[in-house]
């Protein structure tokens, strides 16, 4: 993920406020979606919560709130 990052610093040279703003805003989004795929797999893996929150937190460099956070807004799609 490390260079993904450097990509969406390195696209954003230039740019005015507006294209910096769409482009955080897509990068983040992007982080969403591997966050959310994280957690449904490990979900469909039968992974306990805490295991799927500590994963979150090492993998992505979230808080615990913020795994936390993650973990029960993505879980309650798996029961859909």
């Known amino acids: 993920m ?3 990052c450097k990509k969406v610093i ?6 005015n406020n507006d294209e910096v703003e769409q482009t955080l805003i897509d990068f983040l989004r992007y ?3 591997g966050i959310k795929a ?3 797999d ?7 919560e805490e295991q799927i929150i500590e994963k979150l937190i090492r993998r992505f ?5 913020a795994a936390r956070r993650y973990y029960n807004q993505f ?5 859909i």
């Not at 390195?10 to 740019?15: C, D, E, M, S, V």
């Not at 490990?42 to 306990?48: F, R, S, T």
């Open 75 to 79: 879980d309650r799609m798996e029961e």
């Open 61 to 65: 460099s979230l808080s615990p709130e």
């Open 38 to 40: 994280m957690i449904l």
């Open 10 to 15: 390195l696209n954003t040279k230039g740019a």
């Open 2 to 4: 490390g260079g993904d």
């Open 42 to 48: 490990n979900l469909e893996e039968n992974k306990a």
């Open 31 to 33: 982080v969403e979606q």
